[in-house]
């Protein structure tokens, strides 16, 4: 099931490096975007029922804050989010033309639950100025109209948030299940439904990688969206700075500590044909801005200071994108073979839209020979025509051409009579051109 083959046709070998330039592009903006979302919203739905149960207004007002900055308004998150994941899918449905996988199926399936989640999570967005605005109508006597309109507010902003998690964590299990696939060729034919996914080794620590890059990106967020972005927030209450500091720095060191052993697990399921030096090379510099990162939240965490917090950020872009170009090695490693596929295919394609291949199917050629042709020609000795050996290689592959003076024979060379006409449809005329050009193409 892949309903993108109709939709693409196979990237000739130039356009595969144009591809993968999109791909880098693509995830580099996706899951780092994808991560800060999940991240978020766990975090704020863990700070409001925190907050309600210990009516602390503190915690609620994180978990508001901590939505409003972090995801983006609607239209950047589609942008941010859904945009760059439809290019992801639509690249490896041309990377995977043809290839027996199901990949593309999961990524699409993928796609369709985050913008589901999608939908949610910004519902439960929203359910937070309503609540705000029931709040301060509150302080007066409420109308019963008002009132039902609470408990619908107060279910968005407690159901929505729960139900935007798990499809997102869905999606992304799906989405990361989809390209660890693609980049083990050696598991194409046997992985071929949704539950093998759930008992795959490097598929769960690619996951869990992405989970604790989540966090991290999702602090690193905080941090800088707090602190450091226009000039940093609420700047008059310090007892609700040093709360966000705190949790921002506890979320983002928790990820960057567990992180190696997903690297390392990570290499461990690599593949002969994944590796490369490339491939080791960035996994150490991963290790590398894991070691800074670490670093700097610690000193973040010790010093009252938030200055390093742009570093910080910055870093855990570095990271991702060390993470994704390593990735992409390992894939691109692992599709040698189908490149060439690729390839051949392309040219297939790009010789049939000039006119140089025709569509054969119908007519069998071989008979055609056999019944009409033998009579007069061989392949290698003079009978009455000359023999194809001779007159063939100068069509030099046009089978139009060719076709084209079977169906309708002019005279050509002096030391031979006319040959006359066949009385072949142009169908079978095409059909027996391609039989003796691939016969002579094989000699
Ligand atoms: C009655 C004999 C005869 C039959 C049957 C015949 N040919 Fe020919 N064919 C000739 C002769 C003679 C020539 C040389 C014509 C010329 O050079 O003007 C020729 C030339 C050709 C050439 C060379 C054209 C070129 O550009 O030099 C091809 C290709 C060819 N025939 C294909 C076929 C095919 C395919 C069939 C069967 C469908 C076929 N012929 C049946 C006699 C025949």
Redesign the pocket.
Known sequence: MNIFEQLVIPPSSEHIGLLTVMQIISLLTFLPFAGITLGASVFSVYFKKRGKSTKNPLYIMMAKDVMDKLTAGKAAGFALGVLPMITIVLVYAQLLYGAKVISVSLLTLALILYIVSYVFIYNYKSAFQLEAVIGALKSGTLPGEVREYEDKVVYMGSRYGNWGISILLTAMFLFISGMTIASKPGVWGSVDNILKLLVSAPIWVNFLYFLSSSAMVTGGAILYFFFVWQGGVRPGNLDYAAAIKKYAVITAFAGTLIQPIFIFAGTLFLKPYNASSGVYAFAGFSLLALLLIGAMLYQIFKSSETNLSGAVFFLIFMLFTFTIVKDQLTFKNAMKEQYLVLGSKAEELAKEKQGMIVQVSGADGEK??NE??V???KFDVKL???P?QE??P?YSGDLKK?AA??YN?Q???PD?????N?G?KQKEADA?AKY?MDKVGKK
Do not use: W
């Open positions: 055609i020979y009409k042709c009579a007069c020609h009455v025509g000359p194809y007159t063939v100068k060719l003076f079977i024979p005279k050509i060379n031979y009579p006319a040959m006359p066949q072949l027996v003796i």
